[in-house]
Structures are given as C-alpha cells and as structure tokens.
C-alpha cells in the first residue's frame, strides 16, 4: 500500500478551505425533523440513482430500478448508529452484501477470478492484483485507509482510489467504493446530515472521473476530482436546501402527503379513485384529508368540482 502516491498541492489546501466552509453551512441548518427527513430521503436515492448510472445502468429518479433501491439501503446503513466506528473488513462485505443482495449469489464474497481493463485491441491496459491474494490485500488496505493522518477528505478519496485497483469483488466494485467513501466523510462530520449527494456530479463527469483513476499509483488528481465533486454538489444541494418559504412547506409534509403530491406530479389529471388505489390501506376520509392539505397550502389544485374531479400539481 505504500506504494500509493499523493501531494498535497495549492488547489487540494483550497478545496479544503472551502469543504470546512460548507460543513459549518450544513451545521448551522436549522430544518425541522420532517423536513430533514425528506430531503435526507430524496438525496439519498440520488445518491444511488447516480452512482448505478456512473456504472452504466440507466436509471432515473421517478422510478428507481432494483440497483438503485438496494444501493440505498447501503447509503442508509453508513449513515445509521448501526455502523461502525472505523472501516472493517466485516462492513465492506456487508456494504457489498446489501447493495447486490439477490442481484449476484457472489453478494458479499470476494472475486475468485482474475479481473482487468482490456483496450478495442485486447490489450490488457491494467489489471487487477490476483484473486488469491485479495483476502491479505485487504487487510492490509482496511489497516493503511485506517491510518492515514491526512484530512478527512483526501482519506475518503485515496481509499476509493485503492479499493478500485484492488477491485475485490466480481461486481459491484465503483458502488461499495463510493458508499465507502461516503462513509469515511460521514464518520468525520463530513457527511453534511446526508443532504448532499457528491455522486451526481460524478455522473455529470464521468469522463473526467475515469480518467483521474487511471493512474496506478499516484492518487493526486483523483483527490482533486473528489474533492471537487463534494465541494461543488455540496453547495449547489445547500442552495436547494436554503429555499423560498413555499419549498419550505414541501419539505414539511408528512411522508403520506409527500408521497401524494409526488403521484400528481407524475401523473397529472388523477382523480381521487386513481389514488385511493395506492393508498388501499388508507381509510378514504384520511385520503380526502390529506389531498385537502396539499390543496390548502397551494401545492396542487382541483379541476372540476363533481366526482369527475381531477387534481394537478401547481408548478
């Protein structure tokens, strides 16, 4: 492992001026329990969204494939009191058991084949440490990310850097590798309340991703890259956040209105039937109620005033 390499030059010293700026932003939020839960939710599943995306699965918001959903119980687990105080080679398997749970029988299990990056013309460009060492590899890798004195910042990035040359698993490796950064950031206050999902900007450069992770020893452009992508997602999901007091009222709904005004926005023109079908363990009074707040607070309308009525989200 001391073969990784990594300079802590002008524009690494900058971004971590500004990192510390935002967490104090994200620290001094003042969000109501509801509210934080609804916005934790939503950036969480973009968290995932993103990052299955980043691998190739095509995926959106609206309807999250299987991928996604898994990889969301992995972004919770790292962000509750379930998880441990410090990597552990227990917790990378179980991150990797429950981000491909029923999706791979190898959920969880070290790869047993060899692994690489092969060019149009079948060359190997690089490949990855023999399966048969991976158990002694990572050990050692659990035992240098644990070390190192750096920021918080740059050991979140160096260890997703390593775990993606030693590549551990058969699949599933650039997930459990961001969920593991994710969770470094998150132990040291770093993880902004689970508000800010730095994988969207990943997706949006992916490119530029790929190619910070092309070296294989030094790490120094690769924490630029990480470093820059919470720094920039961090702010813009800050600016979301510190909204108009109409987004406000959003962010306070219950999980049940929420969730209506949701199925409206998808579904423009529903009527009261088509909702009550989601909702079959809701009494429909309860529903009635519900859809009467939404419309209260001007978040959707009625259109026509007979049964036939419809509803539509205002934009």
């Not at 491909?100 to 692994?115: H, I, M, Q, T, V």
Request: aromatic share 10%.
């Amino acid at each position: 492992m001391k073969d990784y390499k990594w300079e802590i030059n002008d524009r690494i010293r900058q971004l971590l001026i500004e990192l510390e700026a935002v967490k104090i932003s994200f620290e001094a939020l003042n969000l109501s329990p509801q509210a934080e839960e609804n916005l934790r939710k939503t950036a969480l599943m973009k968290s995932a969204v993103f990052s299955v995306r980043i691998e190739g699965y095509p995926d959106t918001l609206n309807s999250p494939k299987a991928e996604s959903q898994k990889l969301v119980r992995a972004y919770r687990l790292v962000h509750s009191r379930n998880a441990p105080q410090k990597l552990t080679l227990a917790f990378i398997k179980e991150l990797h058991r429950v981000t491909l749970d029923k999706l791979s029988y190898n959920a969880g299990k070290w790869r047993r084949d060899e692994w690489g990056i092969f060019n149009e013309a079948g060359v190997a460009v690089y490949k990855a440490p023999a399966h048969f060492n991976i158990p002694e590899l990572m050990s050692r890798y659990v035992s240098f990310v644990n070390k190192i004195s750096d920021h918080l910042g740059i050991k979140a990035a160096v260890a997703q850097f390593i775990f993606e040359k030693i590549h551990p698993f058969a699949d599933g490796n650039g997930r459990v590798g961001r969920v593991i950064s994710a969770f470094i950031l998150a132990k040291a206050g770093y993880g902004f309340r689970g508000l800010a999902p730095f994988e969207e900007y990943i997706d949006k450069h992916r490119l530029d991703y790929y190619e910070a992770l092309e070296p294989s020893h030094k790490v120094t452009g690769f924490v630029e890259y990480f470093l820059e992508a919470i720094v920039i997602q961090s702010k813009e999901a800050l600016s979301t956040i510190l909204v108009p007091q109409a987004q406000s009222t959003e962010n306070d709904l219950p999980p049940r209105q929420r969730e209506l005004l949701e199925i409206i926005r998808d579904h423009p023109y529903c009527s009261f039937d088509s909702l009550q079908r989601r909702f079959i363990s809701i009494k429909p009074s309860t529903l009635r109620y519900d859809v009467t707040q939404l419309t209260d607070e001007g978040l959707i309308k009625k259109i026509r005033k007979t049964r036939g009525a419809m509803y539509l989200a205002n934009s």
